[in-house]
C-alpha cells in the first residue's frame, strides 16, 4: 500500500509539474482545454495580449464602415473583458453610442511587439 501510495504521488508530481500555466485572466476567453492545447509562445503571446491587444480609435470619417457593435463601459479595455479571442487577423467593432471603434490585435502583430521587449 506505501508503495502504491508513493508512485502515486511521484505521478501526480510529475503531470503538475509538467502542466502548462497561464495567466487566469484568459480564462474570461478560453476555456482550459483551449489553453492547454496551446503552446509556451502562444501562451506567452497571450499573456502578453491581455494588457496590449486592445485600443480605441475614432471611426473614419467620411466612410461608411460596417463593423459588428460592441458595449464597452470604460476607457480602457482587456481583450478578455469582452469574452473576445485574439485572432490571426484584427479585429474591428464599432463601440455602441460613440464614433469610436475598438481595435483587438491579431496574433502576429502581438508576436512581432513581444520580441520587441
Not at 476567453?29 to 506567452?44: A, C, P, V
Not at 485574439?86 to 464599432?94: G, L, S, W
Not at 455602441?96 to 511587439?113: A, F, N, R
Amino acid at each position: 500500500m506505501l508503495r502504491f501510495f508513493i508512485i502515486f504521488t511521484f505521478l501526480s508530481l510529475y503531470f503538475v509539474s509538467y502542466s502548462q500555466k497561464y495567466n487566469v485572466e484568459l480564462l474570461k476567453s478560453y476555456t482550459e482545454n483551449e489553453l492547454d492545447g496551446f503552446d509556451n509562445q502562444t501562451i506567452e503571446v497571450l499573456e502578453f495580449a491581455i494588457n496590449n491587444a486592445a485600443y480605441f480609435t475614432p471611426l473614419p470619417q467620411g466612410k461608411e464602415v460596417d463593423l459588428k457593435e460592441i458595449e464597452v463601459n470604460s476607457e480602457t479595455v482587456k481583450f478578455t473583458d469582452l469574452g473576445l479571442k485574439i485572432e490571426d487577423k484584427t479585429q474591428y467593432y464599432r463601440i455602441k453610442g460613440t464614433s469610436k471603434m475598438l481595435v483587438i490585435k491579431s496574433l502576429t502583430i502581438l508576436k512581432l511587439q513581444l520580441n520587441k521587449h
